[in-house]
T-cell receptor, first 117, second 113 residues
Framework: GAVVSQHPSWVICKSGTSVKIECRSLDFQATTMFWYRQFPKQSLMLMATSNEGSKATYEQGVEKDKFLINHASLTLSTLTVTSAHPEDSSFYIC?????????????FGPGTRLTVT | DAKTTQPTSMDCAEGRAANLPCNHSTISGNEYVYWYRQIHSQGPQYIIHGLKNNETNEMASLIITEDRKSSTLILPHATLRDTAVYYCIADTSNSNSGYALNFGKGTSLLVTP
């Protein structure tokens, strides 16, 4: 149980275009989902916390107008990287917390590798 | 905010127990200890968490010292698929949302045949 999927698993896009990444909880509902970013050989860094039906909370240094997050249902959150640039190339990972569970008991998706050329 | 210290890397023979230590000497009374692992190029996987009592689940056991300043994650019979970076997390703040899992550098565990 507690499976999280992400789509796409990898994407290559040209500089200046936008990319949408989906995160779905497949067998549970999640009021809260999280988006992380991981650069090569580095640890995960939290980008934003997404709550169903409300605006996301972004971490310091993360531009909310560049990384648009929508959490429209209890099983789906999306991250849109707008006007992507090569420095946005990274591994983007989402996580979700099953309803009623400890907020730090997070179940992660397999990640989306974004390459901006 | 409790910071953690873990060895950079460890080796373990397949079939043996893997004991991964973690120091969290500044942990406060209400902070839990969480363990995650990340296999190369995959998302992290939740393993276990605890406050002060030892915990066990189908994946691992967590032993927390009485003073809560350190803990050990035990994988009782390590397999090659347990090769991963293991993160001990006892710092869950310093975030705008208040819900950050601060992963740190972790321990790279290599299970050998």
């Amino acid at each position: 149980g507690a499976v999280v999927s992400q789509h796409p698993s990898w994407v290559i896009c040209k500089s200046g275009t936008s990319v949408k990444i989906e995160c779905r909880s497949l067998d549970f509902q999640a009021t809260t989902m999280f988006w992380y970013r991981q650069f090569p050989k580095q640890s995960l860094m939290l980008m934003a916390t997404s709550n169903e039906g409300s605006k996301a909370t972004y971490e310091q240094g993360v531009e909310k107008d560049k990384f648009l997050i929508n959490h429209a249902s209890l099983t789906l959150s999306t991250l849109t990287v707008t006007s992507a640039h090569p420095e946005d190339s990274s591994f983007y990972i989402c996580s979700a917390v099953p309803l009623g569970r400890d907020i730090y008991e997070q179940y992660f998706g397999p990640g989306t590798r974004l390459t901006v050329t | 905010d409790a910071k953690t210290t873990q060895p950079t890397s460890m080796d373990c023979a397949e079939g043996r127990a893997a004991n991964l230590p973690c120091n969290h000497s500044t942990i406060s009374g209400n902070e839990y200890v969480y363990w995650y692992r990340q296999i190369h190029s995959q998302g992290p996987q939740y393993i276990i968490h605890g406050l002060k009592n030892n915990e066990t689940n189908e994946m691992a056991s967590l032993i927390i010292t009485e003073d809560r300043k350190s803990s050990t994650l035990i994988l009782p019979h390590a397999t090659l698929r347990d090769t991963a970076v293991y993160y001990c997390i006892a710092d869950t703040s310093n975030s705008n949302s208040g819900y950050a899992l601060n992963f740190g550098k972790g321990t790279s565990l290599l299970v050998t045949p």
